[in-house]
């Protein structure tokens, strides 16, 4: 919506300078033909020239500027405007106020320094035209030319900035807008993935736990399930027992379903250095025991938010990866060389995800960076 409001107001501008053009090249060539002291003829090359001007506008001009093209079409374009410019002030020495619809035009067309110097030379054309006709009154000629040309340069140079702020506001909004979309989809990802981890850990610890705990009491009240009516119960806790195992594994994501956290772990380094080229060391350490779900969930994402990070923030040449299994706790270590970011500076989104899911199961989440040393990203769980 933004953008397309951006767009208008450009559009809106654009037409804005067409239209001042054309009401100044023929309010011009109103005053030429209606003014008194001018022989027929001379208004009739006048007309011709302003007429030659607004037509090589609408064919050439006004195409080369919508394009952008600062380039030799445009400058011999302008030049043309020159020539049929000092033609109508020759004939008519009234059509100097043709100047202002040809200095903004200048400065639309070529690049800035050609631009002044071609506003120089535009505004030299009367004093050579009235030195032409009385060699002895340039003098004052020559003062209205530079008031003149100060005057354009200044308008120049402030329509020049004023395109550049728009421009520059243009991809702001743009960038503003694709930010606004990459953090709704994060935030959406982010939603599911913990929704789908909470209920896996719900699952897990509520049903699943059920039904075991259903299937060991009877088999300890009846050890050979003799009794048909215990034996049956025994199997359908089992058969929901399958059950809610398999949700949980629907529910847990893809890499820890067909294997164990640390082999995912290495999987997931694997795929980083594939896609950004950067080495990814992997290390183990301590002996490997079973997490609960919901854990291995946090402790995975929280791996490959690190190194995405990495890799789109952080222009590392090196990425070193713990996982370190402690009798009472899980801790992971994500190190790079990079940029960093300076102390003090906002965090983004998937840090920010990081922690939500680290307060999920009682982890702590610990950030160390700076531009020399890089990043260090540490998730301590308790187990």
Not at 213 to 228: C, F, H, K
Not at 324 to 347: K, Q, T
Not at 367 to 379: A, F, K
Request: proline share 4%; glycine share 8%.
């Amino acid at each position: 919506m933004e953008r397309s409001r951006q767009v208008s107001e450009s559009q809106s501008s654009y037409w804005l300078w067409e239209i001042f053009f054309g009401v100044t090249m023929i309010a011009v060539a109103v005053a030429v033909a209606i003014v008194d002291g001018f022989e027929p003829w001379r208004r009739a090359v006048a007309l011709a020239a302003i007429g030659a001007m607004l037509l090589l506008h609408l064919l050439a001009g006004r195409p080369l500027i919508a394009r952008g093209a600062e380039n030799t079409a445009a400058l011999l374009t302008l030049l043309a405007q020159l020539v049929l410019f000092g033609v109508a002030v020759w004939a008519v020495p009234l059509a100097t106020w043709l100047l202002f619809a040809v200095i903004p035009v200048i400065f639309q067309m070529v690049a800035v320094r050609l631009a002044i110097a071609l506003v120089v030379a535009a505004n030299l054309i009367p004093v050579a035209v009235e030195y032409h006709y009385e060699p002895g009154g340039v003098g004052m000629d020559l003062v209205i030319a530079a008031i003149s040309t100060g005057a354009g340069l200044c308008m120049g140079l402030w329509i020049l900035r004023t395109v550049k702020e728009s421009e520059q506001r243009a991809t702001l909004i743009t960038e503003l807008e694709a930010s606004r979309a990459e953090v709704a989809r994060l935030s959406h990802e982010a939603g599911v993935a913990a929704e789908r981890t909470r209920l896996a850990g719900e699952i897990h610890d509520t049903l699943a736990q059920g039904f075991t705990s259903i299937i060991t009491l009877v088999q300890a009240a009846d050890p050979g399930l003799r009794d048909e009516r215990l034996a049956l119960a025994v199997r359908t806790a089992r058969e929901n027992l399958a059950e809610s195992r398999a949700l949980v594994a629907a529910l847990s994501p893809v890499a820890l379903a067909s294997a164990s956290l640390p082999e995912a772990v290495r999987r997931s380094a694997t795929r980083f250095t594939q896609e950004a080229g950067v080495p990814c060391s992997v290390r183990i350490t301590g002996s490997e025991y079973t997490l609960p779900t919901r854990v291995e969930v946090v402790l995975l994402r929280a791996a490959q938010e690190a190194l995405t990070n990495a890799r789109r923030h952080a222009g590392a040449r090196e990425v070193a990866l713990l996982l370190a299994y402690a009798p009472a706790s899980v801790r992971l270590v994500v190190r790079d060389d990079g940029s960093g970011f300076p102390p003090g500076a906002a965090e983004g989104f998937g840090l920010s995800g990081m922690r939500t899911r680290a307060s999920q199961v009682d982890g702590a989440l610990t950030v160390r960076s700076d531009p020399d040393t890089g990043t260090t990203i540490e998730l301590e769980i308790p187990t």
